[in-house]
């Protein structure tokens, strides 16, 4: 982890404090404010300053969690911090910017429905998850994750994608039907190698995955769903590898959203341990098996 990641923890933190108790917040800036009156004019605290107090005076007024989304544990707070720096840890891998929580609120995501959904299961995840990078792009970020140390990931080949997955790769590539997305330009969300993102556009979602080592729900075929989105599957992974953590699924495979070769075909991720490689082929929908499941996203 950067070295850097305790402060920008705290000031995330405090950011996510001012997001959730808007009126607490706009109460501290009008006594800031009033506070530089009658001082006459001396300069107002540091955005990260004004951000801590809210945070302080709602830890005094009760627990965040439990403030913020009525009777949340504030472990549900770190969690979800957590979940945002190990995605930016992974993004920065390949020069990508995450998109603030706040983003994710303007477009759609509901906060305090995945606060209680992650005090409700231990399992969940926070992923953070971008779209648009193809699979070159994918391949790109694997190839990255490889090179950090302890990874678990094979320099040689970290990622595989079979050749019926590569060949259709937008369509599990696309953000899933009803799903709030922040929409950025490459500029927007980092320096892009040229031909990584088609059109110079890609977009951020924000859901919950679980994050077992095997898929919580087994021998089901792929329209037992809902599943993760390939990107998401892929991004859970590399989350791990930034947290040095054991990779998923490798037992096991997990079914991804959508379907190949007009819907005869869906795709399957695993990690195949002996080649250090995470995989994604395909099997028809109707294949199940008792390690093959679904790992249900909330959000």
């Known amino acids: 982890m950067p070295g850097n990641v305790g402060a920008q923890g705290s000031e995330n933190e405090a950011r996510l404090a001012r997001l959730l108790f808007p009126d607490l917040a706009d109460e501290l800036d009008r006594a800031h404010a009033e506070g530089r009156r009658a001082a006459g004019g001396t300069a107002p605290a540091s955005g990260a300053e004004a951000m801590l107090d809210v945070a302080a005076l709602a830890a005094r007024q009760g627990d965040l969690g439990q403030a913020a989304f009525s009777s949340i544990d504030g472990l549900e707070a770190v969690r979800f911090t957590r979940g945002f720096e190990l995605a930016r840890e992974v993004a920065g891998w390949r020069d990508l910017r995450v998109p603030e929580p706040e983003e994710f609120w303007a477009a759609g995501a509901d906060h305090a429905a995945l606060a209680r959904a992650l005090m409700a299961d231990a399992s969940l995840a926070v992923v953070p998850t971008i779209y648009g990078l193809g699979s070159d792009g994918w391949v790109a970020l694997f190839r990255a994750a490889a090179r950090q140390p302890s990874s678990p990931l094979s320099l040689a080949a970290p990622l595989i994608l079979a050749p019926e997955v590569t060949?259709?790769?937008?369509?599990?590539?696309?953000?899933?039907?009803?799903?709030?997305?922040?929409?950025?330009?490459?500029?927007?969300a980092g320096a892009v190698q040229a031909g990584a993102v088609q059109g110079g556009e890609v977009s951020w979602t924000l859901r919950l995955v679980p994050a077992t080592p095997k898929p919580p729900l087994v021998g089901l075929s792929h329209s037992h769903g809902p599943h993760p989105a390939l990107p998401e599957i892929l991004m859970l992974q590399l989350m791990h590898v930034a947290a040095r953590e054991p990779l998923l699924d490798g037992s096991s495979f997990t079914w991804v959203h959508g379907t190949l070769s007009g819907g005869r075909f869906a795709a399957r991720e695993l990690f195949d341990t002996s080649e250090r490689s995470v995989r994604v082929n395909t099997r028809e929908v109707g294949n199940q098996g008792p390690h093959l499941g679904a790992r249900p996203p909330i959000g």
């Not at 937008?170 to 929409?183: F, K, N, Y």
């Open 167 to 188: 060949a259709e790769f937008e369509l599990l590539d696309a953000v899933p039907r009803g799903v709030a997305a922040v929409q950025a330009r490459a500029g927007q």
